[in-house]
């Protein structure tokens, strides 16, 4: 009888192919495999064969890492070069925290002490938080006052397991079996035995060249279901526990994300003696340093997939611009997006050092503590004499004026919901695209098709756009600032292309003064007259306007007041083309809620 080969997973297919392998059987030359019992016992064979073949087939793409889709899959191949999936990330704020002592002992405690898992609470979106400090803090206490400076503090709450080991069970394991425990908070203490009072502090091991068999490290990594385990060293790369040691691990569960931004705390723990252990009563005053900012959810399939690869390749050494983004990413979670590049790129060239520009999320750029305290780590994965230098972003808004022209005898629907469905329209098209991001483009032709495809009535659109820039003067100086929008700016020889929100500066603190360009590269400062909205110009050529280059440059601005409350002022100007890059450092944010959609019947 000859083989016949099946080749395709279709039931049908495989079905027939059954049929002509069993007609190549002389027995079966004339039988009607449609119409009797036969054609079900084919079906069988079918569906099984058919299954099978599909059951493999998922089998086989759960093996690689490209093709892999259940998480417990893809963490495990990520295992197999090294790499560990970040955790959920407690989001950290740091504080000032100072107590004044209330009580009447006599004498009064010469110790205050904190004791790991007491913290403090915010009110951020209208819920309750808990931040803590996970390690014990103390500080003396001079004059009635105790000062905690530069404290950081993590949202969450404090969990402790304890095990007490037993070498004869083989299937002992030390389980972090919580949802939302954040690993880089993991602290391992281990005691001779249960009821000691002294204990070593093991540390988490990132790799082992430099281990020996006294090193007092543990390991830590993901398994099924989004939980963790920690293994301890087998007395070649680590100390290996022993019969009765008592292990105590403690991390926090923090609900990620979802309070950056907070910065108002107040104490709610308890402070004691640290030579009783009585508890003390006291004041308190929290000023804060940073706001809270660095909680993210745990790393998704899509980012294991590519940070694990990137990893690999960087193998904890920074040497090309792309290890620099995988070490950053595993450093601070809490990135939207990141670029890296040599600072020989730079305008102009800064040579020796290594550029990082970081995009957080829910925020425009990083606090100054938390920049220094990420070049401090890179230092570390640095070769040679490169410096590492983390950079704000340079936000770069695109807002949008649109003219949408429609056809009333198409649609039933007002004039705003017209323009609500073409703001809809154009939000999903900048979440689905590459538009917001390092090296974004922003295409003009695009956004004018999502806009006419919003709804079948619209019959045109007439789209401008407009850059803005946004930075915050430093008050009551004499300043130079520049601001580079990267993107040449219409060069008009009638009417100016930039312009300014309003500002205080010293020379005339009596009026709100704004900027604008007088075409030919200089920079003018001219207020309102309050009965004719004339404009009067209190001073020209405060700064110089690069058409060619995009950049302005303002000198010798004292700003006593911004525009806002914060104090930010906002530059907007027209570029050349309606087609918008971004390079470097700058990022590219559509900003829709100060765009302007209008709908008009035609």
Do not use: W
Request: glycine share 6%; proline share 3%.
């Amino acid at each position: 009888m000859p083989y016949t080969q099946v080749a395709n997973l279709d039931f049908a297919d495989i079905k027939s192919a059954l049929i002509e392998y069993m007609r190549a059987n002389t027995d079966f030359t004339d039988y009607d495999f449609q119409g009797s019992v036969l054609s079900n016992l084919l079906d069988v064979l079918a569906y099984n064969t058919y299954y099978t073949a599909f059951n493999a087939n998922m089998v086989v793409n759960e093996l690689f890492l490209d093709s892999a889709t259940l998480r417990d899959n893809v963490v495990a191949l990520a295992k197999q070069i090294g790499y560990r999936p970040r955790s959920t990330t407690a989001p950290r704020a740091r504080v000032n925290f100072e107590l004044t002592y209330s009580g009447n002992l006599n004498p009064p405690p010469k110790t205050i002490l904190m004791r790991k898992g007491t913290g403090f609470v915010t009110n951020f979106d209208s819920n309750l938080y808990q931040y803590v400090i996970i390690d014990d803090q103390e500080a003396p206490l001079t004059g009635g006052v105790a000062t905690f400076d530069n404290l950081d503090i993590y949202e969450g709450t404090l969990v402790t397991n304890y095990y007490t080991v037993n070498t004869a069970l083989q299937s002992q394991r030390f389980l972090i079996s919580n949802a939302g425990a954040d690993i880089s908070t993991l602290r391992v203490k281990v005691y001779q035995a249960q009821g000691n009072t002294t204990y070593e502090t093991y540390e988490s091991a990132e790799n082992i060249l430099s281990l020996s068999k006294t090193s007092k490290v543990f390991y830590v990594e993901e398994i099924e279901d989004q939980q963790y385990e920690i293994f301890f060293g087998d007395g070649v790369y680590g100390k290996k526990l022993e019969n009765g040691n008592y292990v105590e691990i403690s991390y926090l569960i923090t609900s990620a994300g979802a309070t950056n931004g907070a910065s108002t705390f107040t104490y709610a723990g308890i402070v004691t003696d640290k030579a009783t252990g009585n508890t003390l009563t006291y004041d308190t005053a929290v000023t804060l340093v940073e706001a809270s900012n660095g909680g993210a959810d745990a790393e998704s399939i899509a980012s294991i997939k590519t940070s694990a690869v990137k990893a690999f390749s960087a193998q904890d050494r920074a040497v090309t611009a792309g290890d620099y983004e995988s070490i950053v990413r595993k450093l601070y979670p809490a990135i939207s997006d990141i670029i890296t590049f040599g600072g020989e790129e730079d305008d102009p060239p800064e040579f020796g050092k290594v550029k990082v520009a970081i995009k957080p999320q829910n925020a425009t750029s990083l606090s100054q503590v938390t920049k220094l305290d990420l070049e401090k780590k890179l230092r570390k994965y640095t070769v040679a004499s490169i410096t590492p230098q983390i950079i704000d972003p340079s936000i770069l808004y695109v807002e949008l004026t649109s003219r949408i022209g429609y056809d009333t005898a198409k649609t039933t629907l007002t004039t705003a919901e017209i323009q609500t469905k073409a703001t809809t329209a154009v939000q999903e098209y900048i979440d689905s695209s590459q538009t917001e991001k390092f090296n974004g483009k922003f295409r003009h032709s695009k956004f004018a098709a999502v806009i006419d495809g919003s709804d079948a009535s619209i019959t045109s659109n007439l789209t401008e756009v407009t850059l803005r820039k946004d930075f915050y003067p430093t008050l009551n100086s004499s300043f130079y600032y520049e601001l580079c929008f990267v993107n040449e700016f219409k060069d008009s020889c009638d009417d100016p292309v930039m312009k300014s929100t309003g500002f205080i500066v010293s020379e005339y603190p009596a009026f709100t003064v704004y900027l604008e360009d007088d075409t030919n590269g200089k920079i003018d400062l001219y207020r309102l007259n309050p009965l004719t909205s004339e404009k009067i110009y209190v001073k020209k050529g405060v700064g110089d306007i690069n058409y060619k280059k995009g950049e302005i440059k303002l000198y010798d601005l004292t700003v006593i007041q911004g525009s806002f409350s914060d104090n930010k002022i906002e530059v907007r100007v027209e570029p050349a083309s309606r087609d918008v890059n971004a390079v470097r450092e700058v990022y590219l944010d559509v900003d829709l809620s100060n765009s302007n959609f209008g709908a008009y019947p035609e």
